[in-house]
């Protein structure tokens, strides 16, 4: 790994900020928030909060080195500068559906804005030989924190309700992988459907597989969808095998003609990935596979893994990577999507326009 970004004294201060973020998402807070994300699908299990007024997903730790005083983030007895409020409970958390199922069980907040649901919350691949290392869609089901499948007609009721009680601005809807050739993609366009029939207008990102048959693509931008993410978590052939077991059986070709397809039909940075660091890839060709994301128009959305309770890698007792590390591939990636002119607010909606679960956005992407 080479570092050589010609620092200034003004982006030393910006630097040291970058830093902070990092080392927050990694080592987590001393902070009993009040809007937590249990396990879920992908990478994050964080208690949300605004660092410097942007959406962050930070791990609770209590024996983190550093806590809140004051509204500010402090280091031992530092004030590292860096201003860090709550994501207070919001209010549809408290309503249940006439059926009897709480809000919060179809859909949560992300960050102070965002309503997040996994539309479908079991996968084809969650046997212990083929699921994502990282992931724990499932156990969240077993903890009764939310239902296996969300039907439109309570996605709507849900969203109806964030949107007017708590503000919420866009929505994420992923989904576990299902059977079909449509992977999920099915229930994705009839949740888009129903929610902009009772929101009119609001941003949702959807996120899949590449699905077997691309005309989905084109489905999900009818049903209204703004965004779509199409998650490979790495590049590295290697390190997918090892990593996810099952998703790395669909090879890479098929995610690159995915994204190609996506950027077709929803735009020029409308698509989106995550690239999880601290797997294991080299540093640099991390780097270089984002750079290719970037010239085909997909925004590459880096995120340190971190190994949630309930994961395999955390039962294996694999650690998240070091600030130093997650520090230089997002300042460099940064840079990269500045220099293409794509920033994360511009996907609309979505992880990358949401930031919480990245240092991207303190970064300047
Ligand atoms: S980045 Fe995505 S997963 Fe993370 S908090 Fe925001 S919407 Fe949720």
């Not at 830093?19 to 249990?38: K, Q, S, W, Y």
């Not at 930070?58 to 809140?68: D, G």
């Not at 996968?123 to 499932?138: H, K």
């Not at 969300?150 to 576990?176: F, I, S, W, Y």
Request: include cysteine.
């Amino acid at each position: 790994m080479s570092v050589g970004t010609g620092r200034t004294p003004n982006s030393t201060a910006v630097d040291v900020r970058i830093t902070t973020r990092a080392e927050l998402a990694l080592r987590g807070i001393r902070l009993d928030a009040e809007v937590a994300r249990p396990a879920g699908a992908g990478p994050s299990d964080d208690g949300h909060v605004l660092v410097d007024g942007a959406n962050a997903a930070l791990p609770t730790n209590p024996a983190s080195p550093y806590s809140v005083r004051d509204g500010r983030v402090w280091l031992g007895e530092e004030d590292t500068g860096v201003e860090l409020s709550p994501v207070h409970r919001p209010k549809f958390y408290d309503l249940t559906t006439a059926d009897g199922v709480r809000y919060e069980q179809i859909a949560r907040l992300h960050g102070a804005d965002v309503l997040a649901t996994t539309v479908v919350q079991t996968c084809i691949r969650y046997a212990e030989s083929d699921r994502c290392r990282f992931c724990t869609i499932e156990e969240s089901l077993r903890d009764g924190a939310t239902v296996a499948a969300k039907t439109p007609a309570q996605l709507a009721e849900v969203a109806e309700a964030a949107v007017r009680l708590d503000g919420v601005r866009q929505m994420v809807m992923t989904t576990g992988t299902t059977n079909g050739p449509d992977r999920g993609a099915r229930n994705l366009v009839r949740s888009v459907r129903a929610v902009l029939q009772a929101v009119p207008g609001l941003p949702i990102q959807v996120q899949c597989e590449p699905p077997g048959d691309l005309r989905w693509i084109t489905e999900l931008r009818d049903a209204g969808a703004t965004a779509i993410g199409i998650h490979v978590e790495a590049l590295d052939e290697q390190v997918r095998k090892r990593w996810m077991p099952g998703k790395s059986q669909v090879p890479l070709a098929d995610y690159e003609a995915a994204w190609d397809e996506a950027v077709r039909v929803f735009g020029h940075n409308r698509v989106s990935t995550y690239l999880l660091v601290g797997l294991g890839e080299d540093p640099d060709e991390l780097i270089a596979g984002a750079a290719r994301l970037i010239e085909r128009g997909v925004y590459p959305f880096v995120v340190p893994f971190r190994p949630m309770a309930g994961t395999l890698a955390a039962r294996d007792g694999i650690t998240a990577p070091g600030a130093e590390l997650l520090t230089y591939v997002t300042e460099t990636v940064a840079r990269l999507l500045r220099d293409a002119g794509m920033s994360g607010a511009d996907q609309g909606a979505g992880c990358a326009a949401c930031g919480a679960c990245s240092v991207l956005k303190t970064a300047g992407g």
